[in-house]
């Protein structure tokens, strides 16, 4: 089936520094990516929609400047959270429509990464 | 996309069927039922979906009633393995700009 891969799995940097999570098609094109944040005992919010080629739509609340989206090819798409702070902290999740066939319900998602801000 | 109702949290003997409710009242006539789970601190796992007849497959049956206002998830043989939290997800048909909103979903304990 559908494979997405997502790296890293665990990320710890110190508050002020910039990482960048990689969510990656393995076997499919994506043309449109999604990222979600999580945070402990919540549900998954969706923060912004990730299409190949042009800007991303962020949704309400979400500071574009502060989280960066790329979706330059059709199998990768990168989140990179600058200047990080604690509150940043979080799970981090993507997802990817399998287009143009409807496998297994038209969405993957990638094992998630759990970054912590120091 | 139309909005689910689902318990909050449920348990299950291990070994025996658990059945997960979802209402969803408002759906329309082209609006999918998704059914997603996620193992503590992993992504979501893709389970079933339908949009109006019972669909079947080697996780889960999933019955949507005729009205299509509500749905059930069955595991016919649930294991420790199957505890998670448990999302029933509502939306529209084809739209590639789509994106799946996640609910508060439901916690499934399975017990030895």
């Known amino acids: 089936g559908a494979v997405v891969s997502q790296h890293p799995s665990r990320v710890i940097c110190k508050s002020g520094t910039s990482v960048k999570i990689e969510c990656r098609s393995l076997d499919f094109q994506a043309t449109t990516m999604f990222w979600y944040r999580q945070f402990p005992k919540q549900s998954l919010m969706l923060m912004a929609t990730s299409n190949e080629g042009s800007k991303a739509t962020y949704e309400q609340g979400v500071e574009k400047d502060k989280f960066l989206i790329n979706h330059a090819s059709l199998t990768l798409s990168t989140l990179t959270v600058t200047s990080a702070h604690p509150e940043d902290s979080s799970f981090y999740i993507c997802s990817a429509r399998d287009t143009p066939r409807d496998r297994g319900g038209g969405y993957t998602f990638g094992s998630g990464t759990r970054l912590t801000v120091v | 996309d139309a909005k689910t109702t689902q318990p909050t949290s449920m348990d299950c003997a291990e070994g025996r069927a658990a059945n997960l409710p979802c209402n969803h009242s408002t759906i329309s006539g082209n609006e999918y039922v998704y059914w997603y789970r996620q193992i503590h601190s992993q992504g979501p796992q893709y389970i079933i979906h339908g949009l109006k007849n019972n669909e079947t497959n080697e996780m889960a049956s999933l019955i949507i009633t005729e009205d299509r206002k509500s749905s059930t998830l069955i595991l016919p043989h649930a294991t420790l393995r199957d505890t998670a939290v448990y999302y029933c997800?509502?939306?529209?048909?084809?739209?590639?700009?789509?994106?799946?909103?996640f609910g508060g979903g439901t916690r499934l304990m399975v017990k030895p």
């Open positions: 997800i509502v939306r529209g048909g084809n739209n590639a700009g789509n994106m799946l909103t």
